[in-house]
């Protein structure tokens, strides 16, 4: 029976993995490593049995104790944080002190030709401890849309984002999850691996705006405003200066990418599932787009 600690376990990826491992109905210790655990257990009441421990990669002295006796470690990096040096090269130096061998780390598709990154830090800091290792490659997440992209689509019916006219490689966080899940599970066979980790649908921000109008019965328009005017408007709603690079990093930079994302068929390949689609996340989250009365 193996002991997975999963990290960022309520967030999309953290929840669809816990949701996936479950379903698969093995029998393993699943262990939910979260920064407040009282927070933790109240967003998966879902699973009673799942052991939560505290990990907080801002507090050092929470490694140890989250990390004993685990045999896999799930990494979802928090996305705020991207000094590699100061806040994950000492957990993953607290994992090798563990005697734990095996890690599987959330990173992005495109990591291993972009070094400026942190995902690309983070894979080269795996690759230098000598853990067994999983990448996980995903493209971009569907669930972006009712998270970071969401104010602005029900307070005044636009996707506001500098992605330009870039196309994008959408993937449902609940094909991560399952695939996620296999993964873990089956680690022997996917040892030392990569996977990129995508749907089947590529779409730029206006053809969103469009099935979002659709959908929804109200106009929804698409802005791509310049950075400086997406950085005041960020500030101005109270999002962290951090934040707002990291949105930056994921929809202004790929812009000037010379190697653009592909499709891959790894979700059907590994899970035997024909991934989402745009059309039915909408329409299953289809009350997360309502104005808020």
Known sequence: MKKILITGATGNIGSETIRGLKELGRENNLIAAHYDIDKSKKALQAYPELEHRKLDFEKPDTFDPALAGVDIVFLVRPPGLADVEKYFKPFLESIKRNGINRIAFLSVQGAESQPKIPHYKIEQLVLNQ?????????????????????????????????????????????????????????????????????????????????????MTGREIRY??????????????????????????????????SKKPTRLTNEVKNITGRTPGTLEAFIERELKKFEPKS
């Not at 995903?138 to 330009?164: C, D, H, K, W």
């Not at 791509?224 to 934040?243: D, E, T, Y």
């Open 223 to 256: 802005v791509s405003p310049n950075l400086i005017r997406f950085f005041l408007k960020k500030r101005n709603q109270g999002v962290p200066a951090a934040m707002i690079f990291v949105m930056i990093m994921l929809h202004y930079l790929p812009r000037f």
């Open 130 to 214: 000598g853990l067994e290792y999983i990448f996980l490659r995903p493209s971009y997440f569907m669930q972006n849309l009712t998270t970071t992209l969401v104010r602005e689509i029900r307070e005044e019916n636009r996707i506001f984002i500098p992605a330009g006219n870039l196309p994008f490689t959408w993937v449902d966080a609940r094909d991560i999850g399952v695939t996620a899940a296999i993964l873990l599970e089956e680690f022997e066979k996917f040892s030392n691996s990569s996977v990129e980790i995508t749907g089947s649908e590529q779409k730029n921000f206006n053809e969103v705006a469009g099935l979002l109008t659709e």
